[in-house]
């Protein structure tokens, strides 16, 4: 019931709902000290899918950088997904991811076109946890690898971190291909 909710919050809030693999290639998980051989498949779709995936990220940046390439000028999606971190049922956690990168909106009479920024993503997560009814946390600078330092922060709930969002690191804007601006959360 939660999924639903969520799914249709970040519905309304203009995002699109994608569903990848839950797998991805080696070369992608971040940090990259967290490859865990034993997931790795012994008979993968192809190289770049060798691994299950330890973040639901990895595929939405990979569809960012597609769009990008492909001359689509804004990307603004989510992915409800299982992520793993062992082999046990115990290690398969649900996640959330969301990714906004490009233009805000198309240039018109009344404003100049905007890119995406961090406070974007702060605005679409302060309403999704407003739709959920979450409104005890706080906001702390984040340390994830995931993120350009400075320009991040994670969400606090009862002392443990619950959500974390920013820009992309510039190194994983390299490795991933991707030149403009790009926020992800997770």
Known sequence: ???????????????????????????????????????????PISSELNIMRNSLLPNLLDIASKNFSKGIDSTNIFELGSIYKGLEMSDQKSNI?????????????????????FYDMKSLLVA???????????????????????????????????????ELHPNLKVLFKIKQPTIIAE
């Open 1 to 43: 019931k939660t999924e639903i909710r969520i799914r249709d919050s970040l519905a309304k809030l203009g995002l699109y709902q994608v569903l990848t693999f839950s797998f991805i290639s080696e070369n992608k998980i971040i940090p990259f000290t967290a490859v865990n051989k034993n997931l790795k498949l012994e008979n």
């Open 128 to 166: 999704l946890l407003k739709e959920l009814e979450i409104s005890d946390y706080c906001l702390e600078r984040s340390k994830e690898e995931w993120f350009h330092p400075g320009v991040s922060a994670d969400f606090i709930l009862n002392g443990k971190k619950f959500l974390s969002f920013g």
């Open 97 to 117: 991811a969301m990714l906004i990168s490009g233009n805000a909106f198309n240039k018109n009479w009344h404003f100049p076109r905007r890119i995406f920024d």
